[in-house]
């Protein structure tokens, strides 16, 4: 499998002070929010989301995810890994791969999507509801490599 790092341009809903998309990109699985590494949305919204446009399409085998390592596990339970080719609805529209329904603190859990892989440009964290916060402290996307 390989990561994509080198395509990547993350959006997100809302941001908190200095968390912006990106730093669920770094490279860093560093789990505490004060350290600086990690995506935070705005307190208590409706169906915040994270989003990576990797700016093709790829078949997608594996999503990593890392929760927030210093407090609020919970806050990532019930969202969902989305991928596929559609900006509709920011792209929370596109076929779910996963759900998350709990990471320890500070861990990393990789998700499978079901059947084994998508295909996709685009790869969303949505977290359904309302009055959440969705924080995320590295996001890794693994995908076939394309034949040439």
Known sequence: AHSAYHYLCPCVS???SFATASKAIDGRRNSFYSNGFCS????DETNPWWR???QRSFTITAVKVTNRGDCCAERL???EIRIGNSLENNGNNNPRCA???HIKVGKTYT???DGGSMEGRF???FLPGQKKTLTLCEVE???QKMRS
């Open 111 to 113: 998700y499978r999507c």
């Open 99 to 101: 759900s998350i329904s």
């Open 52 to 54: 990576v446009d990797l």
């Open 77 to 79: 339970d019930g969202a």
């Open 14 to 16: 809302s941001t908190l």
């Open 123 to 125: 790869v969303n964290v």
């Open 141 to 143: 996307v693994h995908f």
């Open 40 to 43: 935070h949305t705005a307190e």
